[in-house]
């Protein structure tokens, strides 16, 4: 079975964190080693959920941020992920046995909330 779900991200944080894929974000941009700049959760129906992530590199001085998707069974196993990527929007695919899961992260007409459908 396929599943699919959305992410809106308001327009002035895919700026920015577009910028962060392309250049370098530096340390003070970071909150440490392995804290994502940008993580957020959509739920499947099942209770399978993805978190899109955008992450900084070991050293954020010199290297710019990469994005994946991570896929989670509704106890928090990890059951997959994406390759990683250089771009917060797009789609996000992780099949797990004969599901997938797919969710697309759009840019926002409006800052503001995100907004997840």
Known sequence: MNYTGTIS??????A???????????????????VPLFDQEYTFPNGVRMAIQVCPSTDPDIDPCWTQGVLFDRHGFELGCTEVDVSLLGEYHVPDGDDTYVVEVRRSRMKGDYAHD
Do not use: A, M, S, W
Request: aromatic share 4%; charged share 40%.
């Open 16 to 34: 920015r964190l577009e910028r962060f894929c392309q250049e370098p974000p530096g340390r003070k941009t970071c909150n440490g080693r392995d």
């Open 9 to 14: 991200v308001p327009i002035d944080e895919v």
